[in-house]
């Protein structure tokens, strides 16, 4: 039990002329940024489908975040199709202007129909899409 160990090797490097004789690279601590201003910016999102029917029939959520008020809101949709996300956009949006919160610019996930994002502009707001598998 005590005895050496076999069969393992060192983890320790062994030091040779070729690495002495290098000089050393200057050791850089660069962080590299991009900014942009997240005001006004509201970030919306739907869920996939819950095992059970609620009372109403909905078996879907469209999720906003907005990035100034660090609030979330949620609406309920029957299924996915497009007239059912622009309506359940235009819910949160209306309850979004009663409490004096008014987003300029929506980034969303790319399923987004032609509909969805002519209502969006109709409505004053920039868009963007976000890539597949990026949220």
Not at 23 to 51: R, W
Not at 56 to 84: C, L
Request: with cysteine.
């Amino acid at each position: 039990m005590r005895g050496q160990r076999q069969g393992i090797r060192s983890t320790k490097t062994k030091k040779t002329s070729e690495d002495v004789s290098k000089p050393a690279l200057a050791e850089k601590n660069d962080i590299m940024m991009d900014t942009y201003d997240a005001n006004e910016t509201m970030y919306t999102d739907q869920t996939g489908c819950f095992p059970h029917t609620s009372s109403r029939g909905n078996r879907y959520q469209m999720i906003a975040f907005h990035v100034d008020s660090n609030s979330i809101w949620v609406d309920p949709m029957k299924n996915r199709t497009e007239g059912e996300m622009i309506q359940a956009r235009e819910r949160i949006l209306r309850r979004m202007k009663a409490c004096k919160i008014i987003p300029r610019h929506q980034i969303m996930d790319n399923e987004a129909s032609e509909a969805y994002i002519s209502a969006i502009q109709q409505s004053d707001m920039t868009y963007e899409k976000v890539p597949p598998d990026d949220h």
